[in-house]
């Protein structure tokens, strides 16, 4: 099984600054065909997961374009380029490359 | 538009058997694979099962595998989770979720409580 791990745990944010996740795989999400198979995910309170990005960095529809993904191999970033209030809540990333697809512990963003 | 319900959760003891279902609608069903995750009380999300479009194809995690059993009937254009055994550990929200680009379309969850 492909562990995911996510780091920080909690992340307090300044709306207008940016901010930052990492996500760190046990093995490379590197497909053959160049795809990167990981994808970030936004639970906002007591709403279901929506998806922000996939294949490490591309943007989902309707997603804001403050909104980025990158890395490669087993390190990945979601970046936020000016944080809002309306950006809290939980983030995941999820490993889609080989089942069982795993997603990492979250990451809890509110404003501080 | 392009909607996922889910239903059939509730309350049930130790031991026991139930089926939560996802019914789909806004899209063509029958070309989209299908996830279920769940999501314990104050805890992260953690995959279940994936079904692919023909219904051939199906994984489940190592926590489920052997237990839950997923299926599809795309004259219905619904996915179903078949639950047997269940254990308290197994009490969580589950959401069914389509697979596009990414799991792009999420139901709102049922809540399946095991308990005695």
């Known amino acids: 099984e492909i562990v995911v791990a996510q780091s920080p745990l909690s992340l307090p944010v300044t709306p207008g600054e940016p901010a930052s996740i990492s996500c760190r795989s046990s093995?490379?999400?590197?497909?053959?065909?160049?795809?990167?198979?990981l994808e970030w995910f936004l639970q906002r309170p007591g709403q279901s997961p929506q998806l922000l990005i996939y294949?490490?960095?591309h943007r989902a529809s309707g997603v804001p374009d403050r909104f980025s993904g990158s890395g490669s191999g087993t390190d990945f970033t979601l970046n936020i380029s000016r944080v809002e209030a309306d950006d809290v809540g939980v983030y995941y990333c999820?490993?889609?490359?080989?089942?069982?697809?795993?997603f990492g512990p979250g990451t809890k963003v509110d404003i501080q | 538009q392009v909607q996922l319900v889910e239903s059939g959760g509730g309350v049930i003891p130790p031991g026991r058997s139930l089926t939560v279902s996802c019914v789909a609608s806004?899209?063509?069903?029958?070309?989209?694979?299908m996830h279920w995750v769940r999501q314990a009380p104050g805890k992260g999300l953690e995959w279940v099962a994936v079904?692919?479009?023909?219904?051939?194809?199906?994984y489940y995690a190592d926590s489920v595998k052997g237990r839950f059993t997923v299926s599809r009937d795309n004259s219905k254009n619904t996915v179903y989770l078949h639950m047997n055994s269940l254990r308290v550990e197994d009490t969580a929200v589950y959401y069914c979720?389509?697979?596009?680009?990414?799991?792009?379309?999420w139901g709102q969850g049922t809540t399946v409580t095991v308990s005695s």
């Open positions: 999820m490993q889609v490359l080989q089942t069982p697809f795993t």
């Open positions: 093995r490379s999400l590197l497909h053959s065909n160049g795809f990167n198979y």
């Open positions: 294949l490490a960095s």
């Open positions: 079904i692919w479009y023909d219904g051939i194809d199906k």
């Open positions: 806004g899209f063509n069903f029958r070309k989209y694979g």
């Open positions: 979720a389509r697979v596009e680009s990414g799991i792009d379309v």
